[in-house]
């Protein structure tokens, strides 16, 4: 059963500790990114990555960081450094990040709350 | 930078009618548009996806309509159901940029 998983479904962080959400794909694709969401606004980018061992920062990468060590895995690290890390979490795939267009595909989400 | 809106915020409407949804872009050079469903607390299910060269795409009772020069696309959905209640999310993938732009949604609520 093909599709991106993500782990845990709820975290909680206290202050000051960094926490890494997890996210696996079996599509066999690329392309990897993490998006965030909060109430009233849409989904903003934070990190993507084209290829293993290579990423690029989104719009909102401050206080966050990436690494892509396998195809199918993209975890993201929450560190102390965020100061507002109170949020949803998306993580989503495509195929190819080429001029074709990429339809994305999203995993359930990891909802973050800072104790 | 690529802003994209859409109207209404929310929408009500009984069970059986037929309902249009809006979206709305800045930058007409887009690779496609997508539109997604998003259940409460859940992560997002992709619905259509309307390639550049495109004027609609139609999927069951849903079709999607692109009108780049305008930078419009409608989600039109037909006979309406409960299970329809939802957040809808329109997206764009600007040229030059590798992730998506998205609305901030229309949450619908479909009335039994």
């Known amino acids: 059963d093909g599709g991106i998983t993500q782990s845990p479904k709820y975290l909680f962080r206290k202050e000051g500790q960094n926490v890494t959400l997890s996210c696996e794909q079996n599509l066999n694709h690329d392309a990897m990114y993490w998006y965030r969401q909060d109430p009233g606004q849409g989904l903003r980018l934070i990190y993507y990555s084209q290829i293993v061992n290579d990423f690029q920062k989104g719009d909102i990468a401050e206080g966050y960081s990436v690494s892509r060590e396998k195809k199918e895995s993209f975890p993201l690290t929450v560190t102390s450094a965020q100061k507002n890390p109170t949020a949803f979490y998306l993580c989503?795939?495509?195929?190819?990040?080429?001029?074709?267009?990429?339809?994305?595909?999203f995993g359930p989400g990891t909802r973050l709350t800072v104790l | 930078k690529q802003e994209v809106t859409q109207i209404p915020a929310a929408l009500s409407v009984p069970e059986g009618e037929n309902l249009v949804l809006n979206c709305s872009f800045t930058d007409s050079a887009i690779y496609n548009l997508q539109w997604f469903r998003q259940d409460p607390g859940k992560g997002l299910t992709s619905l259509l996806l309307?390639?550049?060269?495109?004027r609609e795409q139609t999927s069951g009772r849903l079709n999607a309509s692109l009108d780049k020069s305008s930078g419009r696309s409608t989600l039109y959905i037909a006979a309406s159901q409960p299970g329809d209640s939802a957040t809808y999310l329109c997206a764009v993938p600007p040229y030059g940029a590798n992730n998506l732009f998205f609305g901030t949604g229309t949450r619908l609520t479909v009335i039994p």
């Open positions: 989503a795939s495509s195929l190819t990040t080429g001029l074709a267009g990429n339809e994305q595909f």
């Open positions: 309307i390639q550049s060269s495109q």
